[in-house]
């Protein structure tokens, strides 16, 4: 099983401000398989990124996503008010039969 | 509009049974791989299960195998969770999820769209 570790638990940041969120697996994930999801208090989640860096229908172009390999990253270029939530990563490179997926831990942006 | 409501959610006893269903809307309902998913209070998400478009492949997370059963009824746009054998530790929101691409693996690609998601209480 490969095991997401995201970093910080937690972001104090101002609107207008950059934050910088990572997802470190703890093996290679396969064809950069990952995705991002932001998740608001009380709703389901919702999808931001996929493979990666691909940008999901509707998403704003603040949203960025980047890496390979074991180490990702979700950019805000500027935080919205809106923005202030809880973020997951998700990697479906290894799964089922021989693998599962499996969700990070989250971090969650805060107003500072 | 494309839209997942789960219902069936509820109270339970440990040991019990409860049946969670997701009806789909929206797009060709057959044509989708899906998922369960769930978030214990307060925790991360957490894979569940996970099954074809035409229903003949299933896949489930090692902590429900043998307890767990995830099906589909493609006539009635309707995806179903079986869950037997109910453990305190089973307690959590379940949503359901539609994979966005209908040529990749099951369980092989994110979820673009989620139901609003159903509590399971297992507790005596």
């Known amino acids: 099983e490969i095991v997401l570790t995201q970093s910080p638990a937690t972001l104090s940041l101002s609107p207008g401000e950059r934050a910088t969120l990572s997802c470190g697996a703890s093996?290679?994930?396969?064809?950069?398989?990952l995705a991002w999801y932001q998740q608001k208090p009380g709703l389901a989640p919702r999808l931001l990124i996929y493979?990666?860096?691909s940008r999901a229908t509707g998403i704003p172009d603040r949203f960025s996503g980047s890496g390979s390999g074991t180490d990702f990253t979700l950019t805000i270029s500027r935080l919205e008010p809106e923005d202030f939530a809880v973020y997951y990563c998700?990697?479906?490179?290894?799964?089922?039969?021989?693998?599962?997926?499996?969700f990070g831990g989250g971090t969650k942006v805060e107003i500072k | 509009e494309v839209q997942l409501v789960e219902s069936g959610g509820g109270l339970v006893q440990p040991g019990g049974s409860l049946r969670l269903s997701c009806a789909a809307s929206?797009?060709?309902?057959?044509?989708?791989?899906m998922s369960w998913v769930r978030q214990a209070p307060g925790k991360g998400l957490e894979w569940v299960s996970a099954?074809?478009?035409?229903?003949?492949?299933?896949y489930y997370a090692d902590s429900v195998k043998g307890r767990f059963t995830i099906s589909r009824d493609n006539s009635k746009n309707t995806l179903y969770l079986q869950m037997n054998s109910l453990r305190a530790e089973d307690t959590a929101v379940y949503y359901c999820?539609?994979?966005?691409?209908?040529?990749?693996?099951?369980?092989?690609?994110?979820?673009?769209?989620w139901g609003q998601g159903t509590m399971v209480t297992v507790s005596s």
């Open positions: 999820a539609k994979q966005p691409d209908p040529l990749r693996a099951v369980a092989g690609d994110a979820f673009d769209i």
């Open positions: 929206g797009f060709t309902f057959s044509s989708y791989a």
């Open positions: 099954i074809s478009g035409s229903g003949g492949s299933t």
């Open positions: 093996q290679s994930v396969s064809s950069s398989y």
């Open positions: 493979d990666a860096s």
């Open positions: 998700q990697q479906y490179g290894s799964s089922p039969p021989l693998g599962t997926l499996t």
